[in-house]
């Protein structure tokens, strides 16, 4: 399978704790893409890498979260101190330049947060 | 920031059915794109539009890209069991800025035998 890859599919945190989330992307896209979704709602737009630079990060991504992607490949997303809010499933995307001019991303399985 | 407003919320049709969705704007989009989720699942692209007034088909679905480029709709033609799951708009402002798809809040289908 050579789709977009994230784990932990499930996480179950206390209120406090730090968690941390992995995306591998599709291997020849460049373009890496973090969104949350919660319960009834559409992805809503986290933070966006061109290689292994951070582009854009949205007013969604409070500072208890930091994305990184260090070698332009597999990219986390770590959330410290995590809140009752933090709960939704956390969504990883990636594209090539084509799929980045289009809107046209590559969605992983998303990791499913939940935090007691 | 912009919102989509998708509706309906939920639909609930009798296989071999028709279906029909929309998605409505406040703000001008370049680029209108439907994705499909499936329970546990990323959403997966079904189709894009590119141009105001488009029409594009994929199989037994047909979308539009409206005139005014603030809406768009989404048909199914003879449903079937497998079309179950959430439909998304998304919409994109510029070419380049895929990095921020704004998404509508979903269209459950639910596909009665």
């Known amino acids: 399978d050579t789709g977009v890859s994230q784990n932990p599919r499930h996480k179950i945190t206390k209120r406090g704790q730090n968690v941390t989330f992995r995306c591998d992307p599709i291997?020849?896209?460049?373009?890496l893409y973090w969104y949350r979704q919660t319960l009834g709602q559409g992805p809503e737009f986290l933070t966006y890498?061109?290689?292994?630079?951070?582009?854009?990060k949205s007013r969604l991504l409070s500072d208890r979260f930091s994305a990184e992607r260090p070698k332009g490949s597999f990219s986390t997303l770590e959330i410290q101190r995590t809140e009752q809010g933090d709960s939704a499933m956390y969504l990883c995307?990636?594209?090539?330049?084509?799929?980045?001019?289009?809107?046209?991303?590559?969605f992983g399985e998303g990791s499913r947060l939940t935090v007691l | 920031g912009q919102q989509l407003n998708q509706s309906p919320q939920s639909m609930f049709i009798q296989e071999g059915e028709d279906v029909s969705m929309n998605c409505t704007s406040s703000?001008?989009?370049?680029?209108w794109l439907w994705y499909k989720q499936d329970p546990g699942e990323g959403p997966v692209l079904l189709i894009a539009l590119y141009k105001a007034g488009e029409l594009t088909s994929n199989g037994r679905l047909t979308a539009q890209f409206g005139i005014t480029r603030k809406d768009s709709f989404l048909n199914i033609s003879a449903s079937i069991p497998s079309d179950v799951g959430i439909y998304f708009c998304?919409?994109?402002?510029?070419?380049?800025?895929?990095?921020?798809?704004?998404f509508g809040s979903g269209t459950q289908l639910t596909v009665l035998p």
């Open positions: 998304a919409g994109q402002l510029f070419s380049g800025s895929a990095r921020q798809l704004t």
């Open positions: 703000s001008i989009f370049n680029t």
């Open positions: 890498f061109q290689n292994e630079a951070q582009l854009e």
């Open positions: 995307a990636s594209s090539g330049d084509r799929g980045f001019n289009t809107g046209e991303l590559f």
């Open positions: 291997s020849e896209h460049n373009r």
